[in-house]
């Protein structure tokens, strides 16, 4: 029973958003609503059950040979990865409890159609795989920005589409580059022939290799392929927003999977061939994001620009490629998923009491649940802006740390202190002159913050403290698997 | 006949990429739809171009690499269901917005006028 364990987080979601679109429960609400959060339950239960096994399962989907079939391979970081993803698709969901689902037809089953191709992205073995599930997941995504309708979202909808309809073209275009020259596409076979490769072929598969940077730097939303998030990321609703947190990580799991596990160390005339070119990237895209922080005119797009502030904090954590770097990376990782989400959860809140200012930093009728929003909003700006006590300050001061030679940390302490510095000036502004300065209108009576949207937030807030509160337990093991990581490769 | 699926491949993403580049959603969609062919048949060639052998082991004196058609298969699927996703968002978009600019408006809007109002 054990071995099969690899495949049912990308069954079992897909079971559920199959039973949610039956004909019977369309329009049963409840009982939709019950069916998608207890397979979310179950998909957290069994991805705890696979984390807590200490080795690498490989599956091989069908029986299939390695290098032939598709192979699953639920390894620490996979297994890891799941984990924040679970934990962060709960509060997503019950947030979207308070009305949200009605919007439109069909949120749930494209809800956990987006979380199969999410777990697939992280468990696969294979790189073509890898495109599928890549697919899988934009394919719902598409659907669910456009939930609700509106102007905003077909707009924000064109762009994102097209966008990533290029980057899969570029995807392929890679994978048939790297499949010429190496003859495989499986992640633990191409990191034992590429230590081989070499003339013309190394040059061929490095000019793949590169292609997968792109469209990974796309779905990451590294500069200069970011223009689309912001506008993306504030268009879609809240519920949706949130799980988009993910989204952008799933491509830096990509690189690091990729760039790190296959032409890493070991990988011959192409060890770390990207190394130059992540280092500027990153820089780049922190100093945009910087720039976007404080230009932010609402709330969600803050939160937008916070989200590629995150991106280039690891983008950062993977040029320095250390193993310390790299535990500092995934433990950031999850805390900016988790704030980030947040933070578009509370935006969304915001904008249903204050009426037409919707979440602009404009003055307008004062919020009705001030306290309990001003509250939630001052930990969760703590949490992202990096101030201790909360887990934004161990992940940006351990990535820190993680500089080793003078010239990186003359690069990196400035620009992570400056985006701190930045991102604190933001939410100051932000703050108050959403929950102080207000006109004499009255609060609107009617706009209420429903439960779920609270327990959404305050579930996301207490993973926060827990990340703080046991940050000693969660590195011990993020240690051990960044070492693996940079020793041996991954999957091999 | 490598010249000619590389001419092929060539000229298809170059008309493919300058449609990209239009600002209206149907030749986008056009393009989108020719840099997927580009595309399908570059993966096609990624096995090497073997003429006239059976893409089965023993069946003939050499064989044809099996595994670039199964991936063409899977890509020409996925592409199809994409292109058919698209089209019906341009058609969304040109109801919702009145017009099938990419951007939803000939002219760039002015951001400044939309935070002070």
């Known amino acids: ?492 | 006949m490598e010249i000619a699926i590389a001419f092929c491949i060539g000229l298809l993403s170059a008309c493919g990429l300058f449609l990209i580049l239009r600002g209206r959603t149907y030749p986008v969609v056009l393009g989108l739809t020719l840099l997927t062919y580009a595309v399908n048949l570059f993966l096609f060639a990624s096995g090497q171009l073997v003429k006239g052998q059976p893409p089965i082991l023993g069946s003939g004196s050499s064989y044809t690499d099996p595994l670039p058609q199964a991936l063409v298969l899977t890509a020409i699927v996925i592409g199809f269901a994409m292109t058919a996703f698209v089209v019906i968002l341009a058609i969304r978009a040109r109801a919702d917005l009145g017009n099938d600019h990419v951007d939803g408006k000939s002219k760039p809007k002015d951001i400044t006028k939309e935070v002070e109002q």
């Open chain 1, 1 to 492: 029973m054990m071995q099969h364990l690899p495949i049912l987080p990308i069954l079992l979601p897909m079971i559920g958003a199959i039973i949610t679109m039956l004909p019977w429960l369309v329009n049963k609400i409840q009982l939709t609503r019950w069916v998608s959060i207890l397979t979310l339950l179950c998909n957290i239960a069994i991805i705890t059950l696979l984390a807590w096994q200490p080795d690498t399962i490989i599956y091989q989907v069908g029986n299939w040979d390695a290098p032939f079939g598709i192979s699953l391979v639920a390894d620490n970081l996979a297994s890891y990865m799941l984990l924040v993803t679970g934990l962060l698709a709960i509060p997503a969901m019950l947030y979207s409890f308070s009305g949200i689902d009605r919007q439109g037809s069909f949120f749930h089953p494209l809800f956990l159609f987006q979380i199969m191709g999410i777990n697939g992205a992280f468990l696969t073995g294979d790189l073509f795989n890898l495109f599928v599930f890549f697919e899988v997941l934009l394919i719902a995504s598409y659907a669910l920005l456009i939930h609700a309708g509106g102007k905003a979202k077909t707009q924000a909808a064109i762009h994102y589409v097209v966008l990533n309809l290029v980057g899969s073209s570029c995807f392929l275009i890679g994978l048939g580059l790297i499949y010429a020259s190496s003859g495989t596409l499986n992640m633990a076979d191409l990191a034992i022939k590429v230590s081989v490769i070499k003339g013309d072929q190394a040059i061929l598969l490095q000019a793949g290799a590169l292609m997968l940077f792109l469209v990974f730097a796309l779905k990451a939303a590294a500069l200069p392929l970011h223009f689309w998030l912001p506008n993306t990321y504030a268009a879609a609703s809240a519920p949706v927003a949130a799980l988009f947190a993910i989204m952008t990580k799933v491509g830096l799991y990509a690189i690091w999977r990729v760039f790190v596990g296959i032409f890493g160390d070991q990988a011959g005339e192409l060890a770390n061939f990207i190394a130059p070119w992540v280092w500027p990237v990153a820089v780049l895209t922190m100093l945009v994001a910087i720039i976007g922080t404080l230009a932010a005119y609402s709330l969600r797009r803050l939160a937008g620009q916070l989200i590629i502030g995150s991106v280039a904090a690891l983008l950062f954590a993977i040029a320095l490629n250390n193993p310390q770097a790299t535990a500092a990376g995934l433990y950031y990782l999850a805390h900016s998923t988790f704030a980030g989400a947040a933070l578009f959860l509370i935006a969304d809140m915001v904008s249903q009491q204050r009426g037409k200012a919707d979440d602009r930093f404009v003055p307008s009728r004062p919020v009705h649940n001030a306290r309990i929003l001003g509250g939630v909003f001052f930990v969760v700006a703590i949490a992202l802006i990096g101030m201790p006590p909360l887990a934004g300050f161990i992940g940006k001061f351990a990535i820190m740390q993680a500089a080793t030679t003078t010239s990186q940390m003359l690069w990196l302490y400035p620009l992570m202190l400056i985006a701190s510095l930045a991102t604190l000036i933001a939410f100051s502004r932000a703050g108050s002159v959403i929950f102080w300065k207000h006109s004499n209108a009255k609060a609107d009576e009617d706009a209420q913050v429903a439960w779920p949207q609270l327990t959404a937030v305050a579930l996301l807030i207490t993973l926060n403290l827990f990340m703080v509160i046991w940050a000693g337990t969660i590195f011990e093991p993020l240690s051990q698997m960044a070492n693996q990581m940079h020793q041996v490769g991954m999957g091999g």
